[in-house]
């Protein structure tokens, strides 16, 4: 084999070999959640999404590779000043995701650079306009406003900011050693008066005890009151009913004797005798004086006559 076909041969082989390297480069496949920006001669010529993609060799080139992932950049922190005058390091976490590829690739030049820089000069806006107690309680504020501001602002770079937060406030060394004064005092005074409270329940509830208990004395006397006075009546009752029997059963004793007498054939003179007796036994000697009617005042030695010789008659 001679010399100029060995080059020839060599020489067709690099060919090929620079054939098949410019073919496969111009073979591009973009991963998910990412886009490349297609130039041509130095313009924009397309945006290629997920898939594989050809370009024309020479003429085109892929320009810049955009991650479409949401993305966290922490920037570290800022000097700030509020509207009482007290300046403080704040730092702040951006989360933002690129939503249109080709505004990220020729709206600005250092897109994180620009965001970093755009949220440094909104929070000062923001704390500039807030004292420091307000700073310190308004996180969510803060946080609402410069995601606002920001999101506007970037809108043209084809970035959207989904959540701004505030990572660390740091006040002054002096700030926090007073905050500190502040916050023991604010804990004492609540200590304070949780024991002055408990106490106060303390004494109520001893009060309360011994209300129900001088009232609990008090219902129990009432119904020890009431027993009494129940047995009491009863026994009145009984008393007066014991009473009542005794005099019924001499108003039986009299009038049977009575009839015995009218049996007997005694007169209208003995009768009403024998009732003036009944009435003078009903007194059961308790009455200081007896009325006797004037028309049996004549009859008093008729009566004890009858008496005595009912007694002699008894005798026999």
């Known amino acids: 084999m001679s010399l100029h076909l060995m080059s020839g041969i060599i020489f067709i082989i690099v060919i090929l070999v620079l054939v098949v390297w410019i073919l496969a480069s111009c073979i591009r496949i973009v991963p998910q959640a990412y886009a490349v920006i297609l130039e041509r001669l130095g313009a924009y010529r397309a945006t290629w999404n997920t898939g594989?993609?050809?370009?024309?060799?020479?003429?085109?080139?892929?320009?810049?590779?955009?991650?479409?992932?949401?993305?966290?950049?922490?920037?570290?922190?800022?000097?700030?000043?509020?509207?009482d005058n007290v300046t403080m390091q704040i730092d702040t976490v951006v989360f933002f995701q690129i939503t249109d590829p080709k505004l990220f690739a020729y709206g600005v030049e250092n897109p994180i650079m620009a965001i970093e820089n755009l949220s440094a000069t909104t929070l000062r806006n923001i704390i500039g306009d807030m004292e420091l107690d307000e700073t310190l309680t308004s996180r969510e504020v803060i946080n609402t406003r410069m995601r606002a501001s920001l999101d506007e602002a970037t809108d043209p770079w084809g970035i959207k900011v989904n959540r701004v937060e505030l990572k660390n406030i740091i006040p002054p060394a002096a700030i926090q050693d007073a905050m500190e004064k502040q916050m023991k005092a604010e804990r004492e005074r609540r200590e304070a008066i949780l024991i002055a409270e408990g106490e106060k329940r303390s004494t109520i509830l001893v009060a309360e005890g011994k209300k129900q208990s001088a009232i609990l004395d008090a219902e129990a006397e009432k119904q020890a009151a009431i027993l009494r006075a129940e047995a009491q009546k009863e026994r009145m009752i009984k008393e007066a009913e014991g009473q009542a029997e005794a005099v019924l059963k001499v108003q039986s004793a009299n009038a049977e004797g009575l009839r015995m007498i009218k049996e007997a054939g005694a007169d209208q003179a003995v009768l009403t005798l024998k009732s003036l007796e009944a009435f003078a036994k009903a007194a059961d000697g308790k009455a200081t004086k007896i009325i006797i009617p004037s028309e049996i005042q004549g009859l008093a030695g008729l009566a004890a006559s009858l008496k005595e010789i009912v007694g002699e008659t008894e005798k026999e």
């Not at 050809?54 to 509207?83: G, M």
């Open 52 to 83: 594989i993609h050809f370009k024309v060799p020479f003429i085109e080139r892929v320009a810049r590779k955009v991650n479409l992932k949401e993305q966290v950049v922490d920037f570290p922190p800022q000097p700030v000043i509020t509207k």
